[in-house]
T-cell receptor, first 112, second 112 residues
Framework: GEDVEQSLFLSVREGDSSVINCTYTDSSSTYLYWYKQEPGAGLQLLTYIFSNMDMKQDQRLTVLLNKKDKHLSLRIADTQTGDSAIYFCAESNGEYGNKLVFGAGTILRVKS | EAGVAQSPRYKIIEKRQSVAFWCNPISGHATLYWYQQILGQGPKLLIQFQNNGVVDDSQLPKDRFSAERLKGVDSTLKIQPAKLEDSAVYLC??????????FGSGTRLTVV
């Protein structure tokens, strides 16, 4: 079945880069997403990548996809205290409107 | 554009009571989802609607949970009777296409 795994916790200093990793099992995954959740708030879509891409960059965010190893990463450059949140990796097997399967989330703590 | 609206924000009930949650999706979004997020876990899909038809309810505990989407717009999710393990945040989301969902802020349910 589908499964998405993430490391539970990451702590970085303000100004450093953060790298959050994710692995998934569904080889038919077509879209892979990164969501951010702040305390008491809903999920905010940060970025997504189509499975035929290796990399996607959007301002401070860089997503790397290794489809062979089913590994996805999110790099946040120049991490700020406002980036402290829970980051969820999610996959979808691609048909319009298909369900998202989420990982358990990675808590990112940014120290000033 | 207005986001996905959910109410109430918080609800505390005793076990064996019933509860209902309401969701108003983004205008024009045909697909609507209800997710359950238990503390410390990623969201898990309960039910997916396409317009007012159910696309996927395989993870919905049908002995106690029900959902409907009237006229393909608003949706309600009901739990009757509630159990302690139903304590979670219930997230509604809507989608227009492949660029991800828009989530509401969620309803936090505590069953005591």
């Amino acid at each position: 079945g589908e499964d998405v795994e993430q490391s539970l916790f990451l702590s970085v200093r303000e100004g450093d880069s953060s790298v959050i990793n994710c692995t998934y099992t569904d080889s038919s995954s077509t879209y892979l997403y990164w969501y951010k959740q702040e305390p008491g708030a809903g999920l905010q879509l940060l970025t997504y990548i189509f499975s035929n891409m290796d990399m996607k960059q959007d301002q401070r965010l860089t997503v790397l996809l290794n489809k062979k190893d089913k590994h996805l990463s999110l790099r946040i450059a120049d991490t700020q205290t406002g980036d402290s949140a829970i980051y969820f990796c999610a996959e979808s097997n691609g048909e319009y409107g298909n369900k998202l399967v989420f990982g358990a989330g990675t808590i990112l703590r940014v120290k000033s | 554009e207005a986001g996905v609206a959910q109410s109430p924000r918080y609800k505390i009930i005793e076990k064996r009571q019933s509860v209902a949650f309401w969701c108003n999706p983004i205008s024009g979004h045909a697909t609507l989802y209800w997710y359950q997020q238990i503390l410390g876990q990623g969201p898990k899909l309960l039910i997916q609607f396409q317009n007012n038809g159910v696309v996927d309810d395989s993870q919905l505990p049908k002995d106690r949970f029900s959902a409907e989407r009237l006229k393909g717009v608003d949706s309600t999710l009901k739990i009757q009777p509630a159990k302690l393990e139903d304590s979670a945040v219930y997230l509604c989301a809507s989608s227009l296409g492949r660029d991800g969902y828009t989530f509401g802020s969620g309803t936090r349910l505590t069953v005591v």
